[in-house]
């Protein structure tokens, strides 16, 4: 029997209702889940500042949230794996599983991917920002006890971090620069320090993002990035070496750091990925995270006479299980991730107040905007 559960719900640019909806009850192989912490994420600020993310058009009412974790509170007649009682972290993306990418492991491309909180796909995928979902239970993943839900929330932005350090496939004791210490930069940091024991310098505008990265052992070495603009491809492109020797000559362990083993490129802006061709070394790697404007002219010679590969990244693939387990090893390299969560929301009525607080640089107090949570 369905049941009434209350959702926000976003009806245009800025316009967050609360709702009812009927949640049917859970299929054989699915759970039902009582969200309890979600995290904002910059795709969810991108629909509720422009019911659009890029060229990704909302085209009917959408429930937003994607990072999340709660407790299990009914299962299917199919389901042996968990139990009522349980807390999980939700992976919402649901794939085809039939498809050529999926069969090789790769269903974060999928090609009929439906994820929650995404208004690619129509209808769309509803979010987590609801009092439950139902969800199929394979890609419900069991937290121990010594992970906390809102721990638990932080696994998706973690699995996108992990996935790039995969693609990355850091050598022992590279050299990494990231660009954007935003959530997602300052885990790719993290987690090319934990797994990579990487030596890790993180660039971006805003000062206190850097400093706050290296204070909290996120990154080791900072470089505040100039706020410039300039209007010429010539002068774009002699700014971005300028931000490239700014990196190269940045000290560490009394040295300096040089051209780079990888970089992380987790802004989307322009000038950012220039500078990560003229700073990452010959044979390096490239990702390419942030989500910015499709069409950027870059010094591509740079890249392709030096052998630097652009390497996209999608999301995630198989890497729950496995940021779970980090999570759960109290690795002496993993820094304090719950010091990422910078301000906190209780109840589905502060919701837009959330949205509000995520868009902004720095609080009323002049404390970082990092991570939002929502307790729901």
């Known amino acids: ?55 990704i058009l909302v085209r009917e009412p959408l429930t937003l949230g994607h990072e999340s974790a709660g407790i299990v509170i009914a299962v299917g007649s199919g389901v042996s794996s968990l139990k009522v009682g349980d807390h999980v972290a939700l992976e919402v993306g649901q794939p085809c599983e039939q498809c050529e990418l999926c069969r090789e492991g790769r269903y974060n491309i999928c090609r009929e991917m439906k994820f929650r909180s995404s208004a690619k796909a129509y209808p769309h995928a509803q979010g987590t920002l609801q009092e439950q979902i139902t969800h199929p239970a394979r890609w419900c993943h069991k937290l121990p006890s010594s992970v906390s839900l809102e721990l638990g929330a932080l696994v998706e932005p973690l699995a996108v971090a992990l996935h790039a350090t995969d693609r990355a496939r850091l050598a022992p004791r590279s050299t990494v620069l990231v660009f954007g210490a935003g959530t997602v930069g300052l885990l790719c940091a993290a987690l090319s320090k934990a797994v990579g024991e990487a030596t890790v310098v993180i660039a971006d505008v805003q000062e206190g993002r850097v400093k706050f990265a290296v204070d909290n052992g996120f990154a080791d070495a900072a470089v505040v990035v ?16 300028q931000v490239a020797e700014s990196v190269k000559s940045t000290t560490h362990n009394g040295g300096a750091l040089g051209e780079v083993s990888a970089t992380f490129e987790c802004t989307g802006v322009e000038a950012c990925l220039q500078a990560s061709i003229y700073a990452t070394a010959p044979g390096g790697r490239i990702m390419l995270i942030g989500m910015g404007n499709p069409i950027q002219t870059l010094p591509i ?52 107040k959330a949205f509000e607080m995520a868009a902004r640089v720095t609080d009323d107090e002049g404390n970082l905007v990092l991570k939002v949570m929502v307790d729901m």
């Open 301 to 352: 010679s740079a890249a392709a006479l030096r052998e630097v590969d652009l390497v996209g990244v999608f999301r995630y693939a198989n890497t729950y299980p496995r940021v779970i387990e980090l999570l759960a090893s109290k690795n002496p390299r993993l820094p304090d991730f719950t010091k990422l969560i910078t301000q906190r929301f209780s109840g589905m009525e502060s919701i837009p």
């Open 1 to 55: 029997m369905a049941s009434r559960v209350k959702a926000s719900v976003l009806h245009g640019a800025r316009d967050l209702r609360l709702e009812e909806r009927e949640l049917p009850p859970p299929g054989a192989e699915e759970v039902q889940v009582a969200v309890k912490t979600t995290g904002l994420c910059g795709s969810d600020l991108h629909y509720f500042g422009h019911f659009r993310n890029g060229d």
């Open 226 to 241: 100039p706020m410039k603009r300039p209007d010429t491809i010539e002068a774009k492109l002699d700014f971005a070496k």
